[in-house]
C-alpha cells in the first residue's frame, strides 16, 4: 500500500452501491475488471437498473471517486448506455472466492486513486464471521472470480478486523458521549465514520478538547483512520482577530472576538456603520465561523475605543477579559 495515500483518500469499491453520473444515478456497481500483471483496476461494471438492466463497463478513468457512499463517474448517463458489455481482464465482484488461510468472499475492494493499483481488499469470512482487510502485499495471485492471499493463520488473526460503519459509529458515539466535560461540545461536533475512517468535524470549545476527543477514540477496533478539523474557540479567536487587524477596513480598530463553538460575538466600539458592517462580513465568512452576532457599538465621537468588554453584552467599558477574550491589538 503506497505511504503517501491515507485510507480516507482510496477508492473503495462496495459492490451494489449506487452509481452517480454527472446528470443523475444510474444503476448500481456490479464489478471490476482487473488486469492481472499490472494488478490495476482498468474497468467498472455499472447495471443499469437494479434488476433487469444489463451490465456495461467504463474505464477506471471515467471514475471520480468511490465510498460507501456511491460511485461517482465524469459521464453522463447517455455515456454509460453506450459503453461496451464486456472488457478484457479478470472480473471480480461479491461472489469472488478469497482464498489463503481460509476460505471467504470478497466484500470490498480499495485502489489507488490515480492509478488504480490494488491498495487493500476486505474478505467475508475468512476468519469464521467476521470482515477482515488484507493488504496488497499479501494478495499472491488475482484470477477469475478468485483471489489468493498469502501468509500465516498467525499472520491472519492479527490483521485489522473490518466493522461495518453504524457499528463504529455507534461506538465512537458512546465512548465521547462517556466523556462528562465533553457534552457540551458534542453540540457543536459532527462525528461521522465511512468506509472506517472518522470524521471529526465543526467546532469545539478548545484546542486541547480537540486533542482529547481524537485521543479517547484512537485504537477503536477496525478503526482505520481519524480525520479531524475540529476547530477549537482559543484557535478560531485567535485566527480571526488576526484577519480584523490584517483587513484595511478594519485595521486599526480593537474588536474583541468571543467565540462559542463556532458562534462569535464581536464587541467593542467602531466609528461608524461601515466598520461595524465590515467586520461582520469579515467574521461571516471566515472559517469555522457558523454565525455571528455583531454587539459592536458606533459611536462617531469617541476618541477611545473600546474592546474588553463583558462577553455577555456589548457594553464598550473595559474589563478584565474572559478566559478565551482575543482582540486585534
Same mark, same amino acid.
Given at each position: 500500500?503506497?505511504?503517501a495515500?491515507?485510507?480516507?483518500?482510496?477508492?473503495?469499491?462496495?459492490?451494489?452501491?449506487?452509481?452517480?453520473?454527472?446528470?443523475?444515478? !444510474?444503476?448500481?456497481?456490479?464489478?471490476?475488471?482487473?488486469?492481472?500483471?499490472?494488478?490495476?483496476?482498468?474497468?467498472?461494471?455499472?447495471k443499469?437498473g437494479?434488476?433487469?438492466g444489463?451490465?456495461?463497463?467504463?474505464?477506471?478513468?471515467?471514475?471520480?471517486?468511490?465510498?460507501?457512499?456511491?460511485?461517482t463517474?465524469?459521464? +453522463? $448517463?447517455?455515456?454509460?448506455?453506450?459503453?461496451?458489455?464486456?472488457? *478484457?481482464?479478470?472480473?471480480?465482484?461479491?461472489?469472488?472466492?478469497?482464498?489463503?488461510?481460509?476460505?471467504g468472499?470478497?466484500k470490498?475492494?480499495?485502489?489507488?486513486?490515480?492509478?488504480?493499483?490494488?491498495?487493500?481488499?476486505?474478505?467475508?469470512?475468512?476468519?469464521?464471521?467476521?470482515?477482515?482487510?488484507?493488504?496488497?502485499?499479501?494478495?499472491? *495471485?488475482?484470477?477469475?472470480?478468485?483471489?489468493?492471499?498469502?501468509l500465516?493463520?498467525?499472520?491472519l488473526?492479527?490483521?485489522?478486523?473490518?466493522?461495518s460503519?453504524?457499528?463504529?459509529?455507534?461506538e465512537?458515539?458512546?465512548?465521547?458521549?462517556?466523556?462528562?466535560?465533553?457534552?457540551v461540545?458534542? +453540540?457543536?461536533?459532527?462525528?461521522?465514520?465511512?468506509?472506517?475512517?472518522?470524521?471529526?468535524?465543526?467546532?469545539?470549545?478548545?484546542?486541547?478538547?480537540?486533542?482529547?476527543?481524537?485521543?479517547?477514540?484512537?485504537?477503536v477496533p477496525g478503526?482505520?483512520?481519524?480525520?479531524?478539523?475540529l476547530?477549537?474557540? !482559543?484557535?478560531?479567536?485567535?485566527?480571526?482577530?488576526?484577519?480584523l487587524?490584517?483587513?484595511p477596513?478594519?485595521?486599526?480598530?480593537?474588536?474583541?472576538?468571543?467565540? $462559542?463553538?463556532?458562534?462569535?460575538?464581536?464587541?467593542g466600539?467602531?466609528?461608524?456603520?461601515?466598520?461595524?458592517?465590515?467586520?461582520?462580513?469579515?467574521a461571516?465568512?471566515f472559517?469555522?465561523?457558523?454565525?455571528?452576532?455583531?454587539?459592536?457599538?458606533?459611536?462617531?465621537?469617541?476618541?477611545?475605543?473600546?474592546?474588553?468588554?463583558?462577553?455577555?453584552?456589548? *457594553?464598550? *467599558?473595559?474589563?478584565?477579559?474572559? $478566559?478565551?477574550?482575543?482582540?486585534?491589538?
Amino acid at each position: 500500500m503506497s505511504k503517501a495515500t491515507r485510507i480516507s483518500e482510496m477508492a473503495k469499491i462496495h459492490f451494489g452501491s449506487a452509481v452517480f453520473c454527472s446528470d443523475g444515478e !444510474d444503476g448500481i456497481l456490479a464489478d471490476v475488471v482487473f488486469d492481472s500483471a499490472t494488478r490495476r483496476m482498468t474497468h467498472i461494471g455499472v447495471k443499469q437498473g437494479r434488476v433487469f438492466g444489463k451490465t456495461v463497463h467504463l474505464p477506471f478513468e471515467s471514475m471520480i471517486n468511490a465510498t460507501g457512499n456511491g460511485v461517482t463517474l465524469k459521464v +453522463k $448517463r447517455a455515456e454509460v448506455a453506450e459503453a461496451p458489455s464486456s472488457v *478484457e481482464g479478470i472480473l471480480l465482484d461479491n461472489k469472488s472466492v478469497v482464498t489463503g488461510p481460509g476460505r471467504g468472499t470478497l466484500k470490498l475492494v480499495a485502489v489507488q486513486p490515480e492509478s488504480g493499483e490494488l491498495a487493500y481488499i476486505v474478505a467475508h469470512n475468512l476468519r469464521a464471521g467476521q470482515d477482515t482487510m488484507v493488504q496488497a502485499k499479501y494478495v499472491a *495471485e488475482i484470477a477469475k472470480d478468485h483471489i489468493s492471499i498469502s501468509l500465516s493463520t498467525d499472520v491472519l488473526s492479527v490483521l485489522s478486523l473490518y466493522r461495518s460503519d453504524a457499528e463504529l459509529q455507534q461506538e465512537v458515539e458512546a465512548i465521547l458521549f462517556d466523556i462528562a466535560s465533553m457534552h457540551v461540545d458534542l +453540540k457543536g461536533m459532527s462525528i461521522r465514520v465511512l468506509d472506517s475512517v472518522l470524521y471529526l468535524d465543526g467546532n469545539i470549545s478548545s484546542s486541547l478538547r480537540a486533542d482529547i476527543a481524537r485521543d479517547q477514540v484512537y485504537g477503536v477496533p477496525g478503526l482505520l483512520e481519524i480525520k479531524s478539523t475540529l476547530i477549537g474557540d !482559543d484557535q478560531l479567536a485567535a485566527d480571526l482577530a488576526q484577519a480584523l487587524g490584517q483587513d484595511p477596513r478594519t485595521r486599526d480598530l480593537p474588536i474583541g472576538v468571543y467565540p $462559542r463553538l463556532g458562534v462569535v460575538r464581536l464587541s467593542g466600539a467602531v466609528h461608524n456603520a461601515q466598520q461595524k458592517a465590515a467586520a461582520e462580513e469579515i467574521a461571516r465568512k471566515f472559517s469555522g465561523v457558523r454565525s455571528v452576532i455583531n454587539d459592536l457599538i458606533v459611536d462617531p465621537n469617541e476618541d477611545m475605543l473600546h474592546v474588553m468588554s463583558a462577553p455577555e453584552g456589548g *457594553e464598550a *467599558e473595559d474589563i478584565v477579559p474572559g $478566559r478565551y477574550t482575543r482582540h486585534t491589538q
